[in-house]
T-cell receptor
Framework: KNQVEQSPQSLIILEGKNCTLQ??????????LRWYKQDTGRGPVSLTI?????NTKSNGRYTATLDADTKQSSLHITASQLSDSASYIC????????????FGDGTTLTVKP | SQTIHQWPATLVQPVGSPLSLECTVE??????LYWYRQAAGRGLQLLFY??????ISSEVPQNLSASRPQDRQFILSSKKLLLSDSGFYLC?????????????FGPGTRLTVL
């Protein structure tokens, strides 16, 4: 069964600090892995997308890594801001015609001043 | 540019009443369309997806149905709502059949069944 597990479930950090979120998956065959940011009560917004051959991708203060051998990914947030408070969702897709994906439950990040 | 709309934004309905949520996409043709439900504090659960007009695939057995009467219109319905249908409903779209099948999400509809 395809699964995506994220850790930690929730995280509280101080503004300006760095943090790293983890994602482990068992989805096969692997197509791509995406990280989304979801603000409370809003739809998810894509941060990064990586294919099998990519092991790192940056988007401003967000840097995602992918180890396709160990089936692990991480999302590193640098110099956190209050606006980074959100749920971060890891999504892994297989090679299907409709791009069906398996979603993790997300990590809830709270950045405090 | 492409945009996706969902309405209503919030909805409170009694148990046993019907439901109709609408999603429309602008700025793209022949998109793949998706309906997801998100329970509080949980991940997204795929309910339905569609690769074309009139083509609907259901992922989980449930009290809901979906229809795609037009290329860029996706409707989620129920004849009789259950308490367990409460949640945050998200519509999403993607294009193509390639590797970068990134999905773009709408703003969501918060449904409360009382």
């Amino acid at each position: 069964k395809n699964q995506v597990e994220q850790s930690p479930q929730s995280l509280i950090i101080l503004e300006g600090k760095n943090c790293t979120l983890q994602c482990n998956y068992t989805v096969s065959p692997f197509s791509n892995l995406r990280w989304y940011k979801q603000d409370t009560g809003r739809g998810p917004v894509s941060l990064t997308i990586m294919t099998f051959s990519e092991n790192t991708k940056s988007n401003g203060r967000y840097t995602a890594t992918l180890d396709a051998d160990t089936k692990q990914s991480s999302l590193h947030i640098t110099a956190s801001q209050l606006s980074d408070s959100a749920s971060y969702i890891c999504v892994v897709s297989t090679f299907t015609n409709a791009g069906k994906s398996t979603f993790g439950d997300g990590t809830t990040l709270t950045v405090k001043p | 540019s492409q945009t996706i709309h969902q309405w209503p934004a919030t909805l409170v309905q009694p148990v046993g009443s019907p439901l109709s949520l609408e999603c429309t996409v602008e700025g793209t043709s022949n998109p793949n369309l998706y309906w997801y439900r998100q329970a509080a504090g949980r991940g997204l659960q795929l309910l339905f997806y569609s690769v074309g007009i009139g083509q609907i695939s259901s992922e989980v057995p449930q009290n809901l149905s979906a229809s795609r009467p037009q290329d860029r219109q996706f409707i989620l319905s129920s004849k009789k709502l259950l308490l367990s249908d409460s949640g945050f409903y998200l519509c999403a779209w993607s294009v193509g059949r390639g590797v970068y099948n990134e999905q773009f999400f709408g703003p969501g509809t918060r449904l409360t069944v009382l």
